[in-house]
């Protein structure tokens, strides 16, 4: 049974840095590119950032290019997400997501179609 707890929301200020983290199991996490998405309250899921399995590819949407930094460690079955320059538009759930097919190649932002497992997700609140 897939499982993906995430860990490291809160409340920051604007212009702060906060690092999320994803622990996987249930399935061969080396064998499965990574995904983070976040939902806004009234706005549709979006897809922000995507790490390959084993190849170190990664992809973000052009709302967190630059900013944030997706990361995993195999080892540990974890993903990250270290976030830096926070800001107010930042603010809303995050999510850690596992792709319906081991060969999901993280090629472009992720889609939530491609993916099926979910975390519980972490709230993250940016203050101005």
């Known amino acids: 049974q897939v499982q993906l707890v995430e860990s490291g929301g809160g409340l920051v200020q604007a212009g702060d840095s906060l690092r999320l983290s994803c622990a996987a199991s249930?399935?061969?996490?080396?064998?499965?590119?990574m995904a983070w998405f976040r939902q806004a309250p009234g706005k549709e899921r979006e897809g922000i950032s995507c790490?390959?399995?084993?190849?170190?590819?990664?992809n973000y949407a052009d709302s967190v290019n630059g900013r944030f930094t997706i990361s995993r460690d195999n080892a540990k079955n974890a993903v990250y997400l270290q976030m830096n320059s926070l800001q107010p538009e930042d603010t809303a759930v995050y999510y850690c997501a596992a792709p319906i097919l081991a060969g999901y190649g993280c090629y472009a932002p992720p889609r939530s179609r491609d993916f099926n497992s979910w975390g519980q997700g972490t709230q993250v609140t940016v203050s101005s």
């Open positions: 790490i390959s399995a084993s190849d170190g590819r990664t």
């Open positions: 249930g399935f061969n996490f080396h064998f499965y590119a």
